[in-house]
C-alpha cells in the first residue's frame, strides 16, 4: 500500500496541472476551428468569449492553406449558433496583457440543422467590416463596447 501512495500524489498533481492550464476544456469540451489572415500575438490558452461570457480557450495557431488556424476548446457546442457567428481578434477583456477571441452573432440560419466545426476569423476590425458590411459592423463594434465597459466596471 505504501508504494502507491507516491503514484496517486503525482497523478493528483497532473490533473491539478492541466485544470489550472485551461485543459478543462480540452479534455472535458469539443474542438472547433476558426481561420483567420493573421493571429499576431494569440497564444494557446487565451480566451474566447461570446456575448460576453468566457465559453472556451484557443489551441497553438497552425498554418494551413496559406491561413492561421486556431483551434478553439469550447466545453458546450450548443452555446454556439448554428451559424452566423464570426469571432474577432481583440485584446482580453478581463487580462489586458493578453489576446482573446470574442464571438460576435451576426445572425443566425434558422435552416441549419448543424454547427459547422469551421468558423470564419477577423484579425482586426477593418476585415469584420469586410466580411459583414460597415452597417453591421458598427453595431457589432456598439455591443463590443459595452461589453468591454461592462468587464471593466467589474
Known amino acids: 500500500m505504501p508504494r502507491r501512495r507516491p503514484l496517486l500524489i503525482l497523478a493528483s498533481f497532473a ?10 476544456d480540452r479534455l472535458f469540451g469539443h474542438q472547433i476551428e476558426v481561420v483567420f489572415r493573421t493571429v499576431d500575438g494569440l497564444e494557446s490558452g487565451d480566451a474566447v468569449y461570446l456575448r460576453g461570457i468566457r465559453i472556451g480557450t484557443t489551441g497553438t495557431p497552425f498554418l494551413r492553406d496559406g491561413s492561421a488556424v486556431v483551434p478553439v476548446y469550447v ?8 451559424r452566423g457567428v464570426i469571432f474577432l481578434l481583440s485584446d482580453d477583456p478581463r487580462d489586458p496583457n493578453r489576446k482573446g477571441l470574442v464571438g460576435l452573432s451576426i445572425g443566425s440560419d434558422p435552416t441549419a ?4 466545426r469551421i468558423y470564419q476569423g477577423a484579425s482586426n476590425e477593418l476585415e469584420l467590416a469586410l466580411l459583414v458590411g460597415a452597417s453591421k459592423a458598427k453595431q457589432l463594434f456598439n455591443g463590443i463596447s459595452g461589453f468591454l465597459g461592462s468587464l471593466i466596471r467589474q
Open 75 to 82: 466545453r458546450d457546442l450548443s452555446v454556439l449558433p448554428s
Open 15 to 24: 490533473v491539478a496541472i492541466v485544470f489550472t492550464a485551461g485543459g478543462c
Open 113 to 116: 440543422s448543424a454547427r459547422p
